[in-house]
């Protein structure tokens, strides 16, 4: 496998965890901190930090600390049209 199946691959493994990718369709609609995106998931802070954590790392969010909050938004709108071909195969092809 060469480097560009790898990066591929965990790309595909990033987004393919549930709650990541619900994260994603949140953050589509705006950004957020970290206890909205726990509220609108009902999961565990330290469980949404990890997945967060996650998708920076993949470089599919930015995050910003504004005042005591650390916000969290949609890195570039490549991963917004990403989402929505996901959408358009989902319907097709599952």
């Known amino acids: ?3 560009v199946e ?3 691959i965990e790309l595909l ?3 393919g965890s549930e709650i990541r ?3 994603l369709q949140l953050l589509r609609e705006e950004e957020r901190c970290v206890s909205e995106i726990m509220e609108s998931l ?3 802070q330290t469980l949404i930090s990890h997945h ?3 998708l ?5 969010v930015e995050k910003e600390k504004k005042g005591r909050k650390m916000i969290y938004k949609i890195s570039d709108p490549v991963v917004l049209e990403f989402i929505e071909k996901v959408k358009e195969l989902s319907k097709t092809k599952c």
């Open 13 to 15: 493994k990033c987004v």
């Open 6 to 8: 790898k990066d591929e």
């Open 1 to 3: 496998m060469d480097k």
């Open 56 to 60: 920076h790392e993949c470089g599919l």
């Open 42 to 44: 009902d999961k565990e």
């Open 21 to 23: 990718y619900r994260i």
């Open 52 to 54: 967060l954590r996650s």
